[in-house]
């Protein structure tokens, strides 16, 4: 009986491991999905402003 409580036990700590990795890898990907649309905005500006310089 307690080798099964120790069994389920292993396998809720692995689920909240993988779990965890799983929503660190979303944040990651969010975070590099906001870096480009910055960078895009940027290079956006700099030609609007281009265009009104000329």
């Known amino acids: 009986m307690e ?14 491991l ?10 990651q990907r969010k975070r590099k999905w906001r870096e480009i649309e910055a960078i895009k905005e940027q ?3 700099k030609r609007e402003l281009e265009f009104f310089q000329e």
Do not use: G, P, T, V
């Not at 080798?3 to 909240?16: G, K, M, P, V």
């Open 18 to 27: 993988i779990e965890h990795k799983a929503k660190k890898k979303a944040k």
């Open 43 to 45: 290079q956006r500006l």
């Open 3 to 16: 080798s099964d409580d120790w069994l389920e036990h292993d396998y809720a700590d692995q689920i909240e």
